[in-house]
């Protein structure tokens, strides 16, 4: 199946976005299925830097670890799943937008299933998500427009 892909555009410099997005203390705020999100060390986000993530998923909570596998900033970064049924990939990129003033911000889902995964993905998983990306973009966009 192809990747989900969501983009939206902030009034705020790429910089700006990509320090807020890659700072895993921030992904509950503007995550909605976000339950608890706890870093493996308290050193800043870098390659190979591990979260556990618990989501709230159709009816039930999902905890999971991704790893950060690339980081190009503040243009773009990548981080997938290790563990679980479901292992998302996710990759953000953030594009300048007049003279950097701006920034377009694209995530772009794709799902590596194991197990019960290979049912969970296409029937609760990808729906899900196909539902909540867009509104956690225009979180993202609010909450970093406000300053917050």
């Keep these: 199946m192809s990747a989900i892909k969501g983009t939206v555009e902030i009034?705020?410099?790429p910089e700006d976005?990509?320090?807020y997005m890659t700072d895993p203390a921030h992904m509950g705020e503007w995550q909605e299925s976000v339950v608890s999100v706890r870093p493996d060390d308290d050193t800043p986000a870098h390659v190979g830097s591990r979260t556990v993530v618990t989501r709230h998923v159709h009816r039930r909570e999902m905890t999971m670890t991704t790893q950060i596998d690339q980081m190009d900033p503040p243009r773009s970064f990548r981080s997938h799943c290790i563990?679980?049924?479901v292992r998302p990939t996710v990759t953000t990129t953030v594009e300048p937008l007049d003279e950097g003033a701006r920034s377009r911000v694209t995530i772009?889902?794709?799902f590596e299933s194991h197990g019960t995964g290979k049912v969970l993905t296409p029937l609760v998983v990808r729906p899900s998500?196909?539902?909540e990306l867009p509104r956690n973009e225009q979180r993202?966009?609010?909450i970093l427009?406000?300053?917050d």
């Design 11 to 13: 009034a705020r410099r």
């Design 17 to 19: 976005v990509y320090a």
């Design 83 to 85: 563990d679980g049924p």
């Design 108 to 110: 772009s889902l794709d």
């Design 129 to 131: 998500v196909r539902k």
């Design 140 to 142: 993202l966009k609010e």
């Design 145 to 147: 427009e406000r300053g």
